[in-house]
């Protein structure tokens, strides 16, 4: 009779088993999924970055540093893909919340009633942010935004001033690429091997490698910034250095195992 019963509960355990097991396979295989739609966002991310961003604001800097000097009564006219260089009063200023944080905005006029405005905020210098109701500065005007403000002999760009910074968009693009990459390797993994995926657990191995990627990423975009060199530099020396880093992090994670 104990014989009968422990034979009984050992079978009944069975479906038990085989139930979980399929309940997990499935978690796996859903977070696969998960991951390869992540894939897919990222490398939609990317396709907008290389064939739109970067692009566009090339494009708009080129032209901004190939645009010759006009006069006023062009800029008044309307907005002209020319420089235009207007003496202009300082009418107002204004401290204003932008969210996480607080930016200046100042409206600029001159006798003719042409009016403009330029806003600073932490990334921008002390001029635009120390202007006062009254000051006298000469602004720069490009297709209709001011540029350039300069006063007492000081000049400062201003936040619609094209930047000289597409490595930084390119640092951008190749991380969204990195992250694709490394959702769908992790994604297709969950769904061909469900059951063994353990060396390419997402924590701690994924998040580690994602952090990694960033701090590439960012630190070659800036350093490329400051260099001045090419845009095509920054996947040429990040994407090498993540390679090696996905190397190193797939062979920690197999000896771990």
């Known amino acids: 009779m104990t014989t009968t019963r422990a034979r009984a509960h050992s079978t009944n355990g069975q479906p038990h088993q085989k139930d979980a097991d399929r309940r997990s ?5 859903l977070a696969g999924v998960l991951m390869i739609l992540l894939s897919l966002m990222s490398a939609a991310g990317c396709y907008v970055v290389f064939s739109w961003w970067l692009p566009s604001d090339g ?6 540093r190939a645009a010759e000097s006009c006069s006023s009564r062009t800029v008044r006219q309307g907005p002209a893909d ?8 300082v009418e107002k200023t204004e401290r204003k919340n932008g969210g996480k944080s607080w930016y200046y905005e100042a409206t600029l006029t001159d006798e003719d009633g042409w009016r403009g405005r330029v806003q600073a905020g932490g990334k921008e210098g002390p001029l635009l942010r120390e202007l006062a109701p009254g ?14 403000v300069s006063k007492d002999g000081e000049r400062q760009n201003t936040p619609d001033a094209p930047r000289d ?15 694709a990459a490394q959702a769908f390797v992790f994604g297709a993994v969950r769904l061909a091997r469900p059951r063994a995926y353990r060396s390419y657990l997402w924590y701690p191995d994924g998040n580690t490698l994602l952090t990694i990627n960033f701090g590439i990423c960012f630190a070659v975009g800036l350093l490329a910034v400051w260099i001045g ?4 530099t920054v ?13 190193v992090t797939r062979y920690r994670a197999r000896q771990r195992r």
């Open 59 to 64: 494009e708009r800097l080129q032209d901004y």
């Open 82 to 89: 020319c420089l235009s260089a207007l003496r202009l009063t």
């Open 135 to 148: 000051d006298q500065v000469t602004a720069t005007v490009w297709r209709g935004d001011i540029v350039v």
């Open 25 to 29: 396979t499935g978690r796996t295989r």
């Open 165 to 179: 910074e597409l490595q930084m968009n390119t640092a951008v693009g190749v991380f969204a690429a990195l992250l």
């Open 229 to 232: 060199t090419p845009t095509w």
């Open 235 to 247: 996947p040429a020396v990040a994407v090498p250095l993540a390679a090696t880093a996905a190397g």
